[in-house]
């Protein structure tokens, strides 16, 4: 079985202060991990993927296999960055099972 | 090219009524998922479609079912419609074999009343 555990709802910073939302899973074999965001009254759309080590719009995320982490950093929180951010993975089927997401607020 | 469209966006039923969502994959996406979203909860998986078959299912009752189209379009029918069913209801295109990552389309939000 494969399960995401995102343990905060709600994050708060202001802006220009550093991020990170917290994301464990547990799996097995060897995952595949994502982070998705979704905007105010936008779809949810793919951020990032870990197997691609790519930093967009300024975050990161680093498979940790040892602590079965994925956690999203971002230095310098923008106003732009307020979301809900979903954590997920996918094992060897390809679908991937969703954590229930935090909230990400940044005030100026 | 085109997103993931679905339809219609709301949608209010009775308990006990039968209820169809569909959806519109991605041009060059063969594979349609289907999740569950309830309020505060991330998405949960329902099941998903692969040249018309399905192809994987998530923790939900016979009465959730589904189509794929040859045309890659697909329909979610749910029966005998309880209030937890009320939710939003999400559908995802991908391309099968190659784990790039899901498109979404917004949803469709389905009251039981």
């Known amino acids: 079985a494969q399960r995401v555990t995102q343990p905060e709802k709600l994050l708060s910073v202001f802006k220009g202060a550093p991020v990170e939302l917290k994301c464990n899973y547990s799996?097995?074999?060897?995952?595949?991990l994502f982070w998705y965001v979704q905007y105010s009254r936008q779809r949810l759309q793919l951020l990032l993927r870990?197997?691609s080590r790519e930093s967009i719009k300024g975050f990161t995320a680093d498979l940790n296999k040892g602590e079965t982490s994925f956690h999203l950093k971002k230095p310098f929180a923008q106003e732009e960055d307020s979301a809900m951010y979903y954590c997920a993975l996918s094992g060897g089927s390809y679908i991937p099972t969703f954590g229930r997401g935090t909230s990400l607020i940044v005030h100026p | 090219e085109t997103g993931v469209t679905q339809s219609p966006t709301h949608l209010i039923k009775t308990r006990g009524q039968q209820v169809t969502l569909r959806c519109s994959s991605q041009?060059?996406?063969?594979?349609v998922s289907w999740y569950q979203q309830a309020l505060g909860q991330g998405p949960q998986f329902i099941f998903q479609?692969?040249?018309?078959?399905?192809?994987g299912r998530g923790n939900f009752p016979p009465r959730f079912s589904g189509l794929q189209f040859p045309n890659y379009s697909s329909e979610l029918n749910v029966n005998a419609l309880e209030l937890d069913d009320s939710a939003l209801y999400l559908c995802?295109?991908?391309?099968?074999?190659?784990?790039?990552?899901?498109?979404f389309g917004s949803g469709t939000r389905l009251t039981v009343v």
């Open positions: 995802a295109s991908s391309e099968q074999g190659i784990n790039y990552g899901y498109t």
């Open positions: 041009s060059g996406h063969n594979t």
């Open positions: 870990h197997i």
């Open positions: 479609y692969y040249r018309e078959e399905e192809n």
């Open positions: 799996y097995s074999g060897s995952p595949e």
